[in-house]
């Protein structure tokens, strides 16, 4: 049995169809012990220990994801003080953008405390130090030119006016931020426009002007990947499409996309591959690629969702298998006495 976290934005807002809940439900039937914490419920004591107000569940078994988290939520949820740096892993499943605006001091903490945390030998799965790295969309523009949109990232009008009038067609989007907000299609006869466009999307920050990829009038791909690789059960990879709903350029779910069945060719495996070196090299466990055509439009490293629909096109139960993948790495660790860096530990 081993003893695992998972760190949320807020344990009261988690759904039962979300992929932390459909991994905590997994890890339990696998006969471990679960606990999860928001942001907010850390804290650092003066014996220099980590703990957080965590809660856990009664039962030893759930046959599905939304009783698990019903009972996780509920009165018979199990609530305690835990220390954290005692867990065998902290698996950091929030999402900072979601906190930007509304809680900004909210934003960083989890990477600062699970890297405090990894002192005393728990597992933190993806590396705070490499999330700390990828808390923009910047993060993005560090992996081969040859995966990526043209891009420009600015806060300056004119040049987002040059870049859309010589691209012809282009998608603007504030650098902070997820989900498909604030995102517009921007052609040559919306140029006249363009201004107010820009200061919908600037007030929070930075402007994203990318080409238009004309792929994304089919959607998108989310191609799930773990330990580096792209993850694959019984031939089945763990992927499902998002398609486009009506006039929506968003392909986002809750932003009106719909779902579909995925097939993952060798231009998707490509892309895999020739992002993994940097994934391994910052250490991302769990990682979602959205890809459109031959090209990545985000690279989604926090808190990757989605991976019930994987199951539900490929039925196949892909969260038993990450669970099961992070059975290993507590196994490793103890073999060799917890000598691992963690960055090397994340995706072994």
Not at 44 to 73: F, H, W
């Amino acid at each position: 049995m081993m003893r695992i976290g998972f760190l949320v934005n807020d344990v009261t807002t988690e759904a039962g169809n979300f992929t932390t809940s459909r991994l905590g439900q997994s890890a339990v039937n696998l006969g471990h012990e679960v606990w999860v914490m928001g942001v907010g419920d850390l804290a650092y004591d003066p014996d220099g220990m980590i703990r957080a107000r965590a809660c856990s569940v009664p039962k030893k078994r759930y046959s599905n994801s939304e009783t698990y988290t019903a009972e996780l939520q509920g009165k018979k949820g199990v609530r305690s003080r835990i220390t954290v740096d005692e867990l065998d892993v902290l698996m950091l499943r929030n999402v900072p953008s979601d906190d930007y605006l509304s809680r900004p001091w909210a934003a960083t903490t989890a990477s600062e405390f699970a890297r405090t945390a990894m002192r005393h030998g728990v597992i933190v799965l993806s590396d705070p130090t490499g999330l700390s790295q990828a808390s923009s969309k910047m993060y993005f523009q560090l992996f081969p030119e040859e995966v990526r949109p043209k891009t420009l990232i600015t806060r300056d009008r004119d040049d987002i006016k040059h870049f859309a009038k010589e691209e012809g067609k282009i998608v603007i989007k504030p650098l902070q931020g997820s989900g498909g907000a604030s995102v517009f299609l921007v052609r040559p006869e919306d140029i006249p426009n363009l201004n107010q466009m820009i200061d919908a999307v600037s007030r929070d920050g930075f402007v994203i002007a990318q080409e238009f990829l004309p792929a994304a009038e089919q959607g998108d791909t989310r191609l799930f990947v773990m330990n580096g690789r792209p993850l694959r059960v019984k031939g089945k990879y763990a992927a499902f499409r998002r398609v486009r709903s009506g006039g929506d350029m968003r392909s986002n779910i809750h932003a009106g996309g719909q779902k579909a069945a995925a097939e993952i060719d060798h231009t998707a495996l490509r892309i895999a591959e020739i992002v993994r070196p940097k994934l391994v090299q910052d250490g991302m466990f769990l990682v979602g690629l959205d890809i459109v055509g031959d090209k990545l439009m985000e690279i989604n490293v926090f808190s990757p969702g989605g991976l019930g629909s994987a199951q539900q096109f490929e039925k196949v139960n892909f969260s038993a298998h990450v669970i099961e993948a992070i059975e290993r790495k507590v196994d490793y660790m103890q073999y060799y006495g917890r000598n691992f860096d963690n960055i090397e530990m994340c995706t072994l």
